[in-house]
């Protein structure tokens, strides 16, 4: 089955930018959609399709594709985004694979 | 506003069948349009999608590979909920478990709506 690989943590300045990226063959059919965890918390749809924001979300979060490889940017980080972030896509056999997640530090 | 609520034990002994559920509002179980799913998580395995029930004229079920032989996911239309049983549990079973509800669109498929979460652990 297909696979998702994300950095497992990046820490960001407070008021900066951040990338956090998602690689996989899936994406090079499929979009991305990626999901913030907070601590004992349910992951949160933040961004999905190919740079859609669910109503509420803020717009500092933004996405974009390229070959394999998905991207979630937050442009301005809030202490408030310090949480994980998983990518999620499905693939062309009807798996479903989400990535490892990465752990966003905002210092 | 859609919810999802998910009900169960917390605790499951070995070799026995984990059962939740997860009462829908706000949308409807044999809806055209949505897919009503269970996904787990654990430390050791992350996020992992075990598997949907959905209406399209008849019902549907998909399953993960990896638990393709212990699963089975039931639409319940008279409570407007879904059901999770997954059978023969070890404690590799240990994990919290989330009902979600997707919708797809042509190159993408998401995960909009969570419930809480239920933690289950498996030991005698």
């Known amino acids: 089955s297909s696979e998702l690989t994300q950095d497992p943590a990046v820490s960001v300045a407070l008021g900066q930018t951040v990338r956090i990226t998602c690689q996989g063959d899936?994406?090079?059919?499929?979009?991305a959609s990626w999901y913030q965890q907070k601590p004992g918390q349910a992951p949160v749809l933040v961004i999905y399709?190919?740079?859609n924001r669910p109503s509420g979300i803020p717009d500092r979060f933004s996405g974009s594709s390229s070959r394999d490889t998905a991207s979630l940017t937050i442009t301005g980080a809030q202490a408030e985004d310090e949480a994980d972030y998983y990518c999620?896509?499905?693939?062309?056999?009807?798996?479903?694979?989400f990535g490892s997640g990465t752990k966003v530090t905002v210092l | 506003q859609v919810q999802l609520q998910q009900s169960g034990p917390g605790l499951v002994k070995p070799s026995q069948t984990l059962s939740l559920t997860c009462a829908i509002s706000?949308?409807?179980?044999?809806?055209?349009?949505?897919?009503w799913n269970w996904i787990r998580q654990s430390p050791s395995r992350g996020l992992e999608w075990l598997g949907r029930?959905?209406?399209?004229?008849?019902?549907?079920?998909d399953y993960a590979v990896s638990v393709k032989s212990r699963i089975t996911i039931n639409p319940d239309t008279s409570k407007n909920q879904f059901s999770l049983q997954l059978n023969s549990v070890t404690p590799e079973d240990t994990a919290v478990y989330y009902c979600?509800?997707?919708?797809?669109?042509?190159?993408?498929?998401?995960?909009?709506?969570w419930g809480q979460g239920t933690v289950v652990a498996v030991s005698s």
């Open positions: 979600a509800k997707s919708y797809s669109s042509g190159w993408y498929l998401v995960f909009d709506i």
């Open positions: 706000g949308d409807s179980v044999s809806s055209n349009s949505a897919a």
């Open positions: 029930t959905y209406y399209r004229s008849k019902w549907y079920n």
């Open positions: 899936s994406l090079r059919t499929y979009y």
């Open positions: 399709g190919k740079n």
């Open positions: 999620y896509s499905r693939d062309s056999s009807g798996n479903h694979v």
